[in-house]
């Protein structure tokens, strides 16, 4: 494809050549004003007709594997007709502000001397918006130039795209483990904590457990789990799991022959690794939330039991109504208590669910990623 858009672009460049050739001899036979009135425009109309090609059909085609080529060249021929536009309009300018002395300048630096020319000279005069008009136009030409060479180069080589895509989603996928680092870790923590609380109760040994969480020196390690701090890990875990699919998606399209293919499995099984490390860390969180959740069950079981003793006080209470209002505002706070931990215990089931989840596709990740790289040796 390369190779034909070369023979393309000689040939357009050829045409706008000859083309500009008789745009020259016209402006000289019947002078700059007919020939800005009776044949630019129509060169305008066309540059306009293939800009909006470009945006509207040529670009949305080159997202897909099979109109990719047919999108770069169009792209591609685009540029010439853009060029041919900017270089006209660049020799009425130079003609019209500066004269043919600077036209003849800027045809002995091979034609392409006009363009140049003519920003200088609306510089000079004081036009802005031609001015503006000249850079923008020059930067649409080679830039749809250089694009549609691009485009045509990723649909000579598909590996290019594959490439391109799996570097992509592999950034995505970074961004979002970054974004659950903090909430692994303190799972793991939390979860530590609470295994080394466990055997602390059978064995009564302070010691030990004083000995195994020194290490946690942050004091949201021993706090516990609520509601929202598990719906916010879930949230970043549930973004972690659509970044690894992308990413699986996107190692999947490789082909063994690639010459990216060794270090592309490598870098999905270190992925994978760390994908394996936040899944077993969010099934913690559902272990700690859990946790917290029937202990709040049992300070509920309390606290009903507290609100009876504080009823029947007081109505034997010498200030019966001080006594009554303190029994009210603890049992509708005990109720709110109640019903938090209610909510966090189910919440808690729908990870715990969520998590066996996250973890045996890790598994399956992590499977087919030595598969792949014991397939590669």
């Known amino acids: 494809?390369?190779?034909?858009?070369?023979?393309?672009?000689?040939?357009?460049?050829?045409?706008?050549?000859?083309?500009?050739?008789?745009?020259?001899?016209?402006?000289?036979?019947?002078?700059?004003?007919?020939?800005?009135?009776?044949?630019?425009?129509?060169?305008?109309?066309?540059?306009?007709?293939?800009?909006?090609?470009?945006?509207?059909?040529?670009?949305?085609?080159?997202?897909?594997?099979?109109?990719?080529?047919?999108?770069?060249?169009?792209?591609?021929?685009?540029?010439?007709?853009?060029?041919?536009?900017?270089?006209?309009?660049?020799?009425?300018?130079?003609?019209?502000?500066?004269?043919?002395?600077?036209?003849?300048?800027?045809?002995?630096?091979?034609?392409?001397?006009?363009?140049?020319?003519?920003?200088?000279?609306?510089?000079?005069?004081?036009?802005?918006?031609?001015?503006?008009?000249?850079?923008?136009?020059?930067?649409?030409?080679?830039?749809?130039?250089?694009?549609?060479?691009?485009i045509a180069r990723k649909a000579d080589d598909p590996g290019v795209a594959v490439n391109d895509a799996f570097s992509a989603a592999s950034d995505s996928y970074d961004i979002a483990n970054d974004a659950i680092e903090s909430y692994s870790t303190r799972a793991n923590h939390h979860f530590a904590i609470i295994i080394a609380r466990y055997d602390l109760d059978k064995t009564n040994d302070a010691d030990a457990y004083d000995e195994r969480v020194a290490v946690f020196t942050g004091p949201a390690d021993f706090a516990p789990y609520t509601e929202a701090y598990l719906d916010a890990h879930t949230a970043a875990m549930e973004t972690l799991a659509t970044a690894f699919d992308r990413l699986t998606a996107a190692f999947a399209d490789f082909n063994p022959a690639n010459n990216l293919y060794a270090s592309a499995a490598a870098l999905y099984k270190a992925s994978s690794d760390r994908y394996t490390y936040a899944a077993n860390a969010y099934s913690k969180a559902a272990s700690c939330a859990m946790t917290s959740a029937l202990k709040g069950n049992i300070q509920a079981a309390k606290d009903e039991f507290e609100v009876g003793l504080l009823e029947d006080r007081a109505a034997h209470a010498a200030d019966v109504l001080t006594a009554k209002s303190k029994a009210a505002a603890f049992k509708a706070k005990a109720a709110e208590n109640a019903a938090n931990a209610k909510v966090l215990e189910r919440k808690a089931r729908v990870a715990e669910t969520k998590a066996q989840g996250f973890v045996a596709k890790a598994q399956d990740a992590e499977a087919k990623a030595e598969e792949a790289i014991r397939t590669r040796q």
């Open 1 to 150: 494809m390369k190779e034909t858009l070369k023979s393309i672009g000689s040939f357009a460049l050829g045409i706008c050549i000859l083309v500009g050739a008789i745009f020259l001899i016209a402006m000289f036979v019947m002078g700059g004003v007919w020939l800005s009135e009776h044949v630019y425009p129509w060169l305008v109309l066309i540059a306009s007709l293939a800009f909006w090609i470009t945006l509207l059909i040529f670009v949305p085609l080159a997202l897909f594997g099979r109109t990719r080529s047919f999108a770069g060249g169009g792209i591609y021929i685009a540029s010439f007709i853009f060029g041919l536009t900017l270089w006209v309009w660049s020799l009425l300018i130079s003609y019209t502000l500066w004269g043919i002395v600077s036209v003849a300048f800027g045809m002995i630096l091979m034609g392409g001397g006009v363009v140049p020319i003519a920003i200088l000279a609306s510089l000079f005069h004081g036009l802005w918006s031609t001015f503006g008009g000249l850079v923008l136009l020059t930067a649409v030409t080679f830039g749809s130039r250089f694009l549609g060479l691009y």
